[in-house]
């Protein structure tokens, strides 16, 4: 049973709808798909590049619409609560965070009167990011997180949460599908010939090219996505990474990454069905090009930080193997802001 304060809540959670574009879920105080937009940007020798913007989001990132269903998860606890399948109070979750998703998920929480998020950041923080978490709510933990790769019972042991749940791995909560399903669909929704996109966790990317095979290999197409999709087969999804500890895409590198899903073979896989085309792949991106791509992006007025835009930043890389006349899209994943 739910106390008053629970049953607010539930009440405050709404659900438009799983998929019904009439009836878009975020974000949650001005509901519409898309959610963020989409405009052409000028890059020199290209003739048709467009932007997907989500610096548009609340606190500025894509992060937010992973925040959302998190909201959304917490609406599931009550739910089975008011139905006597759960008796104990709204557990709290555990997360290692650089900032922008930690951020993210607290002032949603925050906006929902739900448990406050557990952060565990490196010792080597930015005491700005650190002091901007610690005043909107998250409780606060670190560690040198270079050390070694942390399991899930290490990282809520470490978050003082050892019985409650950890949502950096958990794949129990559907982050390859689930996540960023809205988005993937505004994104695909431009029919681009090459879509470039951060690469951090992968989550983005591996939600993105999940719902690219759902469209390409079912008869049943789900009512968000609009065009050809035989148009998607002939994609090439590009993912941009680094592995310099030193970048400045500070958001796409980590000396460990022990939950990242979506790896060489499963591209290779999506590759051989036809899911996308043969460049769809990974790319590590060289430092100096960041710096032509910062330079571009604030020329045109875009809200970005390096790890935002690095997409733009390979496409520059690679444009002697990109054909000039393909449509491109590229994701800016936007740039937090911190109070």
Request: hydrophobic share 35%; proline share 6%.
């Given at each position: 049973?739910?106390?008053?304060?629970?049953?607010?809540?539930?009440?405050?959670?709404?659900?438009?709808?799983?998929?019904?574009?009439?009836?878009?879920?975020?974000p949650?105080?001005?509901?519409k798909?898309?959610?963020?937009?989409?405009?052409?940007?000028?890059?020199?020798?290209?003739?048709?590049?467009?932007?997907k913007?989500?610096?548009?989001?609340?606190?500025?990132?894509?992060?937010?619409?992973?925040?959302?269903?998190?909201?959304?998860?917490?609406?599931?606890?009550?739910?089975?609560?008011?139905?006597?399948?759960?008796?104990?109070?709204?557990?709290q979750?555990?997360?290692?965070?650089?900032?922008?998703?930690?951020?993210?998920?607290?002032?949603?929480f925050?906006?929902?009167?739900?448990?406050?998020?557990k952060?565990?950041?490196?010792?080597?923080?930015?005491?700005?990011?650190?002091?901007?978490?610690?005043?909107?709510?998250?409780?606060?933990?670190?560690?040198?997180?270079?050390?070694?790769?942390?399991?899930?019972?290490?990282?809520?042991?470490?978050?003082?949460n050892?019985?409650?749940?950890?949502?950096?791995?958990?794949?129990?909560?559907?982050?390859?599908?689930?996540?960023?399903?809205?988005?993937?669909?505004?994104?695909?929704?431009?029919?681009?010939?090459?879509?470039?996109?951060?690469?951090g966790?992968?989550?983005l990317?591996?939600?993105?090219?999940?719902?690219?095979?759902?469209?390409?290999?079912?008869?049943?197409?789900?009512?968000?996505?609009?065009?050809?999709?035989?148009?998607?087969?002939?994609?090439?999804f590009?993912?941009?990474?680094?592995?310099?500890?030193?970048?400045?895409?500070?958001?796409?590198?980590?000396?460990h990454?022990?939950?990242?899903?979506?790896?060489?073979?499963?591209?290779?896989?999506?590759?051989?069905?036809?899911?996308?085309?043969?460049?769809?792949?990974v790319?590590?991106?060289?430092?100096?090009?960041?710096?032509?791509?910062?330079k571009?992006?604030?020329s045109?007025?875009?809200?970005?930080?390096?790890?935002?835009?690095?997409?733009?930043?390979?496409?520059?890389?690679m444009?002697?193997?990109?054909?000039?006349?393909?449509?491109?899209?590229?994701?800016?994943?936007?740039?937090?802001?911190?109070?």
């Amino acid at each position: 049973m739910l106390s008053k304060s629970e049953e607010k809540i539930l009440k405050s959670i709404v659900v438009a709808s799983e998929n019904d574009p009439q009836k878009p879920e975020f974000p949650p105080d001005d509901p519409k798909f898309p959610a963020t937009p989409t405009y052409k940007i000028k890059v020199p020798g290209f003739e048709n590049v467009w932007l997907k913007d989500e610096s548009y989001n609340p606190t500025g990132t894509h992060k937010d619409r992973m925040a959302w269903e998190l909201v959304v998860t917490y609406r599931n606890f009550l739910m089975a609560k008011k139905n006597w399948l759960m008796e104990w109070w709204l557990p709290q979750m555990s997360i290692i965070s650089s900032g922008s998703a930690a951020v993210a998920i607290q002032t949603m929480f925050k906006r929902y009167n739900l448990p406050n998020l557990k952060v565990l950041l490196d010792v080597g923080i930015d005491k700005n990011i650190l002091n901007s978490l610690k005043k909107i709510g998250c409780e606060i933990y670190t560690t040198n997180l270079t050390k070694k790769e942390l399991s899930p019972q290490e990282i809520l042991l470490m978050t003082n949460n050892s019985k409650w749940i950890e949502i950096t791995s958990s794949q129990a909560l559907d982050p390859s599908t689930r996540f960023y399903d809205w988005l993937s669909y505004e994104i695909l929704n431009n029919s681009p010939d090459y879509c470039f996109i951060p690469f951090g966790t992968g989550v983005l990317y591996e939600n993105i090219l999940n719902v690219n095979k759902q469209i390409v290999a079912s008869l049943n197409i789900d009512p968000r996505f609009k065009w050809d999709k035989k148009k998607l087969m002939r994609c090439d999804f590009i993912g941009a990474t680094t592995n310099n500890p030193t970048t400045k895409a500070t958001k796409l590198f980590s000396p460990h990454l022990p939950f990242t899903h979506f790896n060489e073979q499963r591209i290779n896989t999506y590759r051989h069905s036809w899911y996308c085309w043969p460049e769809s792949n990974v790319y590590i991106l060289q430092e100096h090009y960041l710096d032509e791509a910062m330079k571009i992006a604030e020329s045109q007025w875009i809200n970005c930080e390096p790890s935002g835009i690095a997409g733009l930043a390979l496409l520059i890389q690679m444009k002697d193997k990109i054909p000039k006349n393909k449509k491109i899209l590229i994701v800016n994943t936007g740039k937090t802001k911190y109070k």
